[in-house]
């Protein structure tokens, strides 16, 4: 029984050693300086890269953060400070389904919130969209951590007569600034891989954006319009893609392990 | 308060204990209170929102269609005639697949990681698990397509038939060339083995070990007190997790997309290519060329949304009631 449980372990980690092998192989020989520098080539042609894209995705992670973060962390802070505990519980629960909803269904509302009415797809759009993705993400684990700073330092920044709001901004997220930024970077990582709620709001560009009020490429999307293209070329880039974003990921994923790891050794 | 700075802060000295005693709170006080719960209610807008927004995008279709929506196989955009049925079968069937698969080696792995492992490989397992959850569905999907789905064409999907073929689900052509409701199932199994195995996890570690004593108190052996004492106390916590993995199988889009073949149809052989709720939307959306098409899309999505948060709402009870808020989401 210990062996076959032992099997089990091993049969679940194989996918990730895998997948990371065949990213590797096809993707290292891939990666050239065309691919961080130029725009995609005209369909059939050889060479071009794929900047368009990785800034795409920096400027929708950016536009994201804007929307997914104030907002995450500021209901985090009302969460683990203030509320009863029923009403909390109800805003937990709230937020854990949200969190449930397909991300195909996120990117169907705001076609029909933004694009819509809006006549054509945007980055800003693309940028509402995991914004909003991130805000139940980000305010379960900003509540997570402002829960573990000790009672004590509250109370005793109370008594000296510090107002409560005060009190919870320069002390309390003070004191838990590390895990709430731990807690963003993993939302990052989550919504830099996301590719289908674009699929109709970014919507991808083959060139340079200009402005929020165009379509723009992103890594996800071109990795998904490349592998379903019949050119081989084209799959060698997507391959490229494919790894600058794993990389990207798994490096957030174990720099964050880094980053907290006395807590996480605590927990085991 | 009119007053200068300095003013107020004398005032507000000599108020203190008076306002300490009202349970009163000054201004600022109040407005970060209101902003941080007018923030925290952001969830339950969003949840509105979506619910609103998606109501509102299939009126036509339900107008038009009536609940025959939910029953008929006819996808014909030349007609301008849509039925959801075959997607809602293919996302019922695939998440089907999905637990089958991934529920045993789940469990297993989690009563392994706390139960029987040594120590010093605990951590290193875990981190690759959670690796594993991290990895973007895209790049899963697009492994996928270009190392699993011809594997499966030439190897597993002959070796089932050959030995299988007796029950129709392994029986009939492999059209899709792997391409098939099968390899959607196999990839949705390996999506939310790592959510499984880390709330099951979770849930088994927060078993008292006072209930494992007792257990071996009696006599038993060690595969008897995790059978008995860890999974039979754990039940409906593991319920949970298996229930929250469904959720998240149900709505999964890319990689699905990426391997079931994307054909309008259902059939009872897993070989052959299907479509589900998700990957319908994905690759239709932008096909769609009258406002009853899109309408119907925006239905598809509703029926999703729905069945999701109906299994959301389930898991999301059977892990708050097993275990109190201790239990962090995992997603």
Redesign the interface.
Known sequence: ??L???A??I???M??L??FY??LR?GLSSVNLAFFTQVPAAVGEKGGGMANALVGTVVLIGQAALVGV???V??????S???GTKFN?W????????????????G??V???MVVPMHGSSALAGGVVLG?MM???V??TTE?VLQLVPGGYREASLAL?I????T??QIVVRTALKGIVTGVLLAT??I?????PL??TAFGNLGWAHGLKEPIAAV?LV??NY??SPYPDW?RQ??AG?LV??LL??FI??GV?FLTRDRF?QK? | MPTTEQTVAADRAAERPARLRAGASPLGDRAFEWLTLIMALSVFVLIAIIGYELARGSTLAIHKFHWHFLVSSDWDPGNDVYGALPFIEGTLVSSAIALVIAVPISIATAVYLTELAPLWLRQPLIMFIELLAAIPSVILGFWGMDVMVPWLHTHLFPALRGRLGFLPIFHGPDYGHGYSMLAAGIILAIMIIPIITSISREILRSVPGLQREAAFALGATRWEVTRIAVLGYAKRGLFGAVILGLGRALGETMAVTMVIGNAPQFLISLFAPGSTLASWIATQFTEAVSNLFYSALFELGLVLLGVTLLVNVLAQLLLKTFAGPSIKPQH
């Open positions: 029984m210990e076959l449980a032992f089990c372990a049969l679940v980690v996918p990730l895998l997948v065949h990213v096809e104030p907002i995450g500021l209901g985090g802070i009302y969460l400070e203030y509320g519980w805003i937990r629960f709230a937020a854990d389904i949200l969190n449930g909803v397909p991300s195909i269904t996120w169907v509302v076609y029909g919130l909003l805000i139940p993400l305010m379960r997570e007569g107002s409560k709001w005060r919870i901004v990582a989550r830099a891989g996301e590719t289908a699929l109709f996800p990795i998904y592998a379903m799959h997507a391959w494919a974003l794993l990921v798994l994923n174990i392990r050794q085991i």
